[in-house]
C-alpha cells in the first residue's frame, strides 16, 4: 500500500518530458504537435520537475519516450512524432515500434501532487480522442494509400466489370 509523503518527489526525466509536454498541450489546446526544442525548454522553465541535464531531457524528447522510433535503451510510449522535428503525447491507438513496451504516462504516485490531474486529464479527455484522419494518413502508410488508382476505376461499372470477368465460368 502506498503512502503520500510530503517530501517533494524526485521527478524521472521521462515523467519530466511527459509533463512538460502534457502542460504544452493543455496550455496551447489549438496545437496538435511541438517542436523538440519547445518541450525541452518547457521541462527546463518548470522548477517543480527538479534539474535535469539539458542533454538527457533532449535525448528523452528526441530518442527514449518516442512510441514510433525504435527502442535503444529507453522503451517508453509517452510521445509520438507526427513528423520530423515534432512531438505530441502518444495516444493508445498510435502506430508504434513493437519493442516499445514501456509505460506511457507517469505513476500518479510518482510524481508531485500539482501534476497529478494531467494524468487524469490524458485519460478522460487526452487519450479518448482520436487521432484526425490527417494524422492517421500521415502516420500509417497503410492508410495513406487510400485512394491511390482510383482514377483506374473512375469510367468502369464494377457489376459490368465482374461480368466480364465472369463470363465463361460454369
Known amino acids: ?40 525548454d518547457r521541462v527546463e522553465a518548470e522548477p517543480r520537475l527538479g534539474r535535469h541535464k539539458r542533454t538527457t531531457v533532449y535525448a528523452h524528447v528526441t530518442q527514449h519516450c518516442v512510441a514510433n522510433v525504435s527502442a535503444s535503451s529507453g522503451r517508453y510510449r509517452m510521445l509520438f512524432e507526427t513528423s520530423k522535428g515534432r512531438r505530441r503525447l502518444f495516444r493508445p491507438g498510435d502506430p508504434f515500434d513493437r519493442s516499445r513496451t514501456g509505460k506511457m504516462t507517469p505513476d500518479a504516485h510518482g510524481i508531485p501532487r500539482e501534476f497529478r490531474m494531467l494524468v487524469e486529464w490524458y485519460r478522460a479527455a487526452y487519450s479518448g480522442s482520436s487521432p484526425s484522419v490527417e494524422d492517421r494518413l500521415k ?32
Open 1 to 40: 500500500m502506498r503512502t503520500e509523503t510530503t517530501s517533494p518527489v524526485a521527478v524521472k526525466v521521462a515523467d519530466a518530458v511527459w509533463i512538460a509536454t502534457a502542460l504544452l498541450h493543455r496550455e496551447h489546446p489549438q496545437r496538435g504537435d511541438f517542436a523538440l526544442q519547445e518541450i525541452v
Open 139 to 170: 502516420n500509417d502508410p497503410i492508410l495513406a494509400m487510400r485512394g491511390l488508382g482510383k482514377e483506374i476505376w473512375a469510367d468502369v461499372d464494377p457489376d459490368e466489370y465482374v461480368r466480364q470477368l465472369r463470363e465463361g465460368w460454369e
